[in-house]
């Protein structure tokens, strides 16, 4: 069974930083890549950043220079530091186990339950 769960969101001032974790169970991580997405009210839910199980990264250009993605294979978890938060950066953010090929990310239908991220202004 897939799992996946998020810690980390919260409240932040503009400016300032958080980092968000995904814990997956270990065959998933081990095999897979994984992504970072996020979903604004209103809006569609959209990859941020991923990283292939050798430990490629993308971003996209909204969080580029900004946001790191990294993963941990001894405790089988990803993260995601967000830094310089901007209130546009206000969404939930959600991870999931995907596929990787010639820099795109393919998502599954495995995701975390998601974690609140609120930037003030």
């Known amino acids: 069974q897939v799992q996946l769960v998020e810690s980390g969101g919260g409240l932040v001032e503009a400016g300032g930083s958080l980092r968000l974790s995904c814990a997956a169970s270990?065959?998933?991580?081990?095999?897979?890549?994984m992504g970072w997405y996020r979903q604004a009210p209103g809006k569609q839910r959209e990859l941020v950043a991923h990283?292939?199980?050798?430990?490629?990264?993308n971003y996209s250009d909204s969080v580029k220079g900004r946001f790191t993605i990294s993963r941990d294979s001894a405790e089988n978890t990803v993260y995601l530091q967000m830094n310089s938060l901007k209130a546009e950066d206000t969404a939930v953010y959600y991870c999931?186990?995907?596929?990787?090929?010639?820099?795109?990310?393919?998502?599954?239908?495995?995701w975390g339950q998601g974690t609140q991220v609120t930037v003030s202004s």
């Open positions: 990283i292939t199980n050798s430990g490629v990264t």
């Open positions: 999931n186990v995907g596929v990787a090929y010639s820099g795109t990310y393919y998502s599954t239908d495995y």
């Open positions: 270990k065959t998933i991580f081990s095999t897979n890549a």
